[in-house]
Structure formats: structure tokens, C-alpha cells
């Protein structure tokens, strides 16, 4: 059984940082993308940033210059570095990714979700 476990998350104030992780576990064959999302109270949940297994990167407009989303693949583990935090950017963060248990096998991902709350 394949689960993601973020970790990481919490409260700090306005111009702040926090690194959030995500940790694969169960049985993997590969990963492909890995991601982070984000929703906050009464909107709905929002692509953050991904990566793919090959390193490319996308973000959304509201983090970009802000957030970096790394991996590393040996650890099976995604990263969301963010710094210059804002009050917006309070939510519960998600992480996702397409793993393939077996070869040719995908299925996505979801974990349980940390809070950032980010106070004025």
C-alpha cells in the first residue's frame, strides 16, 4: 500500500519560512510527477507546484519567485521550500504524485495534508 506523509507544516508570521516534505512509502516502482497542492477555507484546492521525475518545474503565478519544489528521488521524497510567506498563502497543503507500484501501472497519490498558517 503506497502512502504519502507530509511533514513540516505550521504557523509563522508574515515574511517567514517553512520546508515542507513528502515521503513515498509501500511498495514503488517509479515515480513520475510529484506535486504540491494547496486549499484554503471555502475555495477550492489549487495546483501549487510540480515536478517532474526528470526535474522540470511549474509553478503557480501566485508563488512563483517565492516557492521551490524539489525532490530526491533516492529518499522517494518532494520538498516545497517556501519563503516570503503572506497571509494568502495560508491553507492546507497537499502532496500528490503518479506512482506505479508495478511497471506500466500508474495511480495517483494524495497525503493527508499539513496546515501553513501564515498570521499578519
Known amino acids: 500500500q503506497v502512502q504519502l506523509v507530509e511533514s513540516g507544516g505550521g504557523l509563522v508570521q508574515a515574511g517567514g519560512s517553512l520546508r515542507l516534505s513528502c515521503a513515498a512509502s509501500?511498495?514503488?516502482?517509479?515515480?513520475?510527477?510529484m506535486g504540491w497542492y494547496r486549499q484554503a477555507p471555502g475555495k477550492q484546492r489549487e495546483l501549487v507546484a510540480v515536478?517532474?521525475?526528470?526535474?522540470?518545474?511549474d509553478y503557480a503565478d501566485s508563488v512563483k519567485g517565492r516557492f521551490t519544489i524539489s525532490r530526491d528521488n533516492a529518499k522517494n521524497t518532494v520538498y516545497l521550500q517556501m519563503n516570503s510567506l503572506i497571509p494568502e498563502d495560508t491553507a492546507v497543503y497537499y502532496c500528490?504524485?503518479?506512482?506505479?507500484?508495478?511497471?506500466?501501472?500508474?495511480?495517483?497519490?494524495w497525503g493527508q495534508g499539513t496546515q501553513v498558517t501564515v498570521s499578519s
Open positions: 500528490n504524485a503518479d506512482i506505479a507500484e508495478v511497471a506500466f501501472m500508474t495511480s495517483n497519490y
Open positions: 509501500g511498495m514503488i516502482f517509479s515515480i513520475n510527477n
Open positions: 515536478i517532474t521525475s526528470g526535474g522540470s518545474t
